[in-house]
């Protein structure tokens, strides 16, 4: 298999925001990173308005991860996620990474939720993906909905770290 020029040999695991058998409903998924910090408030903000089950959680570059197990419309996802691109173009929008392996010591914070909000979303919710999220990050979402998540292995990028490239 022939990498991209900026990925490392390193392959880390993702949850895809889209279902196995499903391509009408989707999760919400978001990454900020720490350049973009003035937004965080913004994203809880966008995340509450719409009344998603989500959770925050930092990551080792000092960001953090946004995730909600409340399926939506495909349509409706592409409404909310032209509120979040423009705060952070570079999130890859489907997949989130879900093992702390990208970043030293990431495994020592990457586990704790910072925020969790339930909005009663139980038929709305993917039974799968609150079992999976609720077994990892110690969350407490309950759902109803039984199509099947999707996770993916894909490497990750090079990482500059204290003048050393990590791969």
């Known amino acids: 298999m022939t990498l991209k020029k900026n990925r490392s040999n390193k392959f880390t695991i993702g949850l895809c925001n889209t279902f196995k058998d499903n391509t009408t409903l989707r999760t919400l998924f978001f990454e900020l990173d720490r350049e973009h910090m003035d937004d965080y408030e913004e994203i809880n903000n966008i995340f509450q308005d719409n009344k998603l089950d989500y959770f925050v959680h930092k990551t080792g570059s000092g960001g953090f991860h946004f995730l909600s197990p409340t399926m939506i419309r495909k349509q409706r996802w592409k409404e909310?996620?032209?509120?979040?691109?423009?705060?952070n173009p570079k999130c890859p929008m489907t997949t989130l990474r879900i093992k702390?392996?990208?970043?030293?010591?990431e495994e020592n914070?990457?586990?704790?939720?910072?925020?969790e909000k339930h909005y009663d979303n139980l038929k709305?919710?993917?039974l799968m993906m609150c079992n999976y999220l609720n077994r990892i990050?110690?969350?407490?979402?309950?759902?109803?909905?039984?199509?099947?998540i999707k996770i993916v292995?894909?490497?990750l990028p090079f990482v500059k770290q204290e003048n050393v490239w990590i791969s």
Request: net charge positive.
């Open 80 to 87: 909310i996620m032209s509120l979040l691109k423009p705060i």
């Open 100 to 105: 702390p392996n990208k970043y030293y010591n």
């Open 109 to 115: 914070f990457w586990y704790f939720s910072y925020i």
């Open 124 to 126: 709305h919710n993917s």
């Open 137 to 148: 990050f110690k969350t407490k979402f309950k759902g109803e909905l039984l199509d099947e």
């Open 153 to 155: 292995n894909y490497p």
